[in-house]
């Protein structure tokens, strides 16, 4: 045999082999591939009726709190406590407010009120008046059980359902006191039917003083009829939802059996649960068995097209090629497709030399982060390929249009007219006037945009993309939704931001920065009570430089934690100065997110031996906004070790009441903007007579930021605030000037502020 035929029957063979290979791949994976589709649609069908069976139970449990919360309406109320203790009894203003309101109101089919002693003394029953002990005969059993849990705890053999009226009713003991409120509920078995079965007890919600021995407990009996399962069929979505008595063989209706939590069977419920994964089942399975089939002849027909491959290999090579220089989700040309783009403009141009220019025009799309953040990254994905189709469409087909990554776009254009740069801004920016559509949802988004031309900007791609990121950058610092053409003065504006960030730097590893005190000075008597620690620099070419300045510069260049550390070291240094008085530091929310704050605070207090009491820790809602456990878990530690916590500019961003009961604060400081001029704003007057009164009365002190006038240091005081800060009693000294302050304001008719006539201070509720 030749050395050629050889050749040919060992590549035979080796086809042979290889075919026999991909073979038995392919029917391995295709038989995967089926059973794989297989096992998903069964299991969306099985997770989609395990869902709708937990569903449907926690319905159930939220009926029995929504008892509960409808009781509550009455039963916490001063004037329902005087009126069940009135002897004799006025059945009219207990009929009247108990049972036609909780019948016709909210359709409870039995209203019983039993005394102190367990004795029933009044009764409605299906809408009638009826004899209190009879009615409560008629039920002995499920109502001794259910009065004996409210009155001395969870009966452990009965199940418990009202854990979300024990959630509200834990924000209800906080705000209104009605801390003795004793309840139960569940769902029994009443006359063989299953009811729902509630007691509460019958507190007052103001006065705690006009209740007089063991409450009054008020019982609802509910029954769960064809109407109540109908209501809670709707709330599911779950139209066909219903109790009988036996299991239903009726098509793909599903029974499960339904107890009372007394372990009485009830029943069954019944319903037509969804199977999402029928449409896999009956579709998509003998397609995907089909497919399989094809792509297993198909396979066998590519074997054949083998001595093709030279061919095939160049098309994968064009293949290769075009993805190295596009974007894989939006299909775009990528970053080194624009840049050898560019450079064969500019090259062009220089050939030219004519009036021609190269315009590159960076697109950044503002707030991205957010929909990646709220919607996911699918989402951020499809507003993706939405900017880029919108961008495209917006466009000249001269226009070249590529995707840097993330949400970063960039064009370029030649063009004649210098104008040119103007029209391309307008265009971009009207792709941005329309909502996006994303999965469903309507997104606004705004876009920053940066031009920079050739050749007044640059000859080099390098020069012309950094200036174009210079004008970006700029627009975004400008507040977004805007177009900037580069400038050298925005090229000076960086570098001077970079020279302030070396700066800093060393300022920090130097010790170069300062701290000077504002005083906190107290209503009760004028005195200096604490003081605020507030940063300052002196440069040492660039005289003082405003924390309005180098603090942004210090959160982008990620220099805050070694900021807030040096910060807080040198106020606890200094404190040691002054041992009665309280100093107050203001925390960033970068030290949450990227320092171990609880660590160094125990550091510091160890290293300069001062007493946590002293030091208040100032924290802005931007802290609170992310309210994420592991802040809550900091701010635990950090009063747990002694520190007392305020809530900084309160009344600004998303101030809401829910943080005063989420966290627990020390004090509280009313924003400057609420302040300024209070004596002419009723309104903000009114806000803040609001804002003392809760925070007076969760124990906390009220401090007022940015008094300036006599008349509003008046004021303040006149709505109960604590403790004054701002330049009418004085600026912010450093720290060899605070003894003197001090000194200035004990002295009598001294300091600013004693002229003022002393109120008498509100005690904490």
């Not at 409210?150 to 009202?162: F, I, K, Q």
Request: hydrophobic residues 45%.
């Amino acid at each position: 045999m030749s050395s050629g035929s050889a050749k040919t029957v060992h590549y035979r063979n080796d086809l042979r082999r290889l075919t026999v290979l991909i073979g038995g791949a392919l029917a391995f994976f295709g038989a995967l591939l089926v059973v794989v589709v297989a096992y998903a649609g069964w299991s969306a069908n099985t997770t989609a009726v395990t869902r709708e069976r937990q569903l449907v139970e926690n319905a159930l449990d939220q009926s029995v709190s929504q008892v509960l919360d409808q009781q509550k309406a009455i039963a916490f109320w001063d004037d329902a406590v005087v009126a069940a203790q009135r002897r004799p009894i006025d059945v009219d203003w207990l009929e009247t407010n108990f049972g036609v309101y909780f019948h016709e109101t909210y359709g409870h089919d039995e209203i019983i009120i039993v005394d102190g002693a367990n004795q029933p003394i009044y009764a409605n029953i299906n809408g009638e008046l009826s004899d209190a002990g009879a009615a409560y005969a008629n039920h002995r059993a499920v109502f001794d059980r259910i009065v004996n849990e409210a009155r001395t705890g969870a009966d452990t053999s009965l199940r418990r359902r009202d854990r979300a009226f024990v959630e509200s009713q834990g924000n209800y003991n906080a705000l209104l006191g009605a801390s003795f409120g004793r309840w139960a509920g569940h769902i029994m078995s009443v006359d063989g039917e299953p009811a729902v079965v509630a007691a509460l007890s019958i507190v007052p919600n103001l006065d705690p003083n006009i209740l007089h021995g063991e409450p009054h407990l008020l019982i609802s009996i509910v029954k769960i009829d064809d109407a109540f399962m109908a209501q809670v069929g709707s709330s599911l979505l779950i139209s066909d939802l219903t109790l009988s008595d036996r299991v239903l063989h009726d098509g793909d209706r599903l029974s499960e059996a339904f107890v009372a939590d007394d372990g009485a069977p009830m029943g069954y419920l019944s319903w037509t649960p969804r199977r999402p994964g029928q449409a896999l089942l009956i579709f998509i399975l003998p397609l995907v068995a089909l497919g399989v089939i094809g792509a297993g002849v198909m396979t066998y027909v590519m074997i054949g097209r083998l001595k093709n491959a030279s061919g095939e290999l160049a098309d994968r090579e064009a293949q290769s090629r075009h993805q190295a220089l596009h974007d894989a989700l939006s299909g775009l040309p990528n970053r080194h497709h624009f840049v050898e783009r560019l450079q064969d403009c500019l090259d062009g141009l220089i050939q030219q030399r004519n009036n021609g220019r190269v315009i590159t025009a960076y697109i950044d799309v503002d707030r991205f982060k957010d929909v990646n953040d709220t919607m996911g990254h699918q989402a951020g994905d499809a507003l993706i390929m939405a900017v880029a189709s919108r961008l495209s469409a917006h466009l000249t087909p001269e226009d070249f249009l590529s995707r840097f990554g993330g949400d970063e776009f960039a064009v370029l254009r030649r063009a004649n007219d210098p104008q040119s740069a103007t029209e391309l801004a307008e265009r971009l920016r009207r792709a941005f006037e329309e909502p996006f559509d994303v999965y469903g949802q309507h997104i606004r988004m705004t876009a920053s945009i940066g031009i920079s031309m050739a050749p007044e900007h640059g000859a080099s791609p390098a020069e012309l993309m950094r200036h174009a990121d210079i004008a970006l950058y700029q627009g975004k610092n400008q507040g977004r939704d805007r177009a900037m053409v580069f400038s050298t003065d925005m090229a000076e504006e960086v570098e001077r931001r970079r020279e302030i960030e070396l700066d800093l730097q060393r300022a920090i590893e130097n010790g170069e920065l300062s701290l000077h005190y504002q005083p906190l000075v107290s209503c009760a008597d004028h005195r200096v009570k604490g003081v605020e620690a507030l940063l300052r620099w002196t440069h040492k070419t660039r005289g003082d430089i405003s924390p309005a300045v180098f603090v942004p510069v210090a959160e982008e260049a990620g220099l805050m934690p070694a900021l807030g550390a040096y910060v807080l070291n040198r106020a606890f240094e200094e404190t040691k100065r002054w041992p009665e008085l309280e100093v107050a530091i203001n925390l960033s929310p970068v030290q949450f997110r990227h320092v171990d704050l609880v660590d160094l605070l125990k550091r510091l207090v160890a290293e300069h031996d001062v007493d946590p009491a002293r030091i208040v820790l100032e924290v802005t809602e931007g802290v609170l906004m992310e309210s994420t456990d592991r802040n809550r878990m900091i701010l635990d530690s950090i009063r747990d070790m002694g520190f007392r916590i305020a809530l900084d500019d309160f009344g600004t961003g998303y101030s809401s009441l829910r943080y005063l009961c989420d966290f627990r604060f020390d004090k509280i400081k009313i924003d400057r903007a609420f302040v300024t001029g209070i004596h002419e704003r009723k309104r903000a007057m009114t806000i803040i007579q609001s804002v003392v009164t809760i925070g007076r009365g969760l124990g906390m002190d009220i401090v007022a930021e940015g008094v300036e006038t006599e008349a509003e240091a008046s004021v303040m005081r006149l709505v109960g605030v604590t403790e004054l800060q701002g330049f009418f009693f004085s600026k912010a000294v450093p720290a060899d000037g605070v003894q003197a302050l001090v000194d200035k304001f004990a002295a009598p008719e001294a300091a600013p502020g004693r002229r003022l006539d002393p109120l008498p201070q509100r005690k904490s509720s």
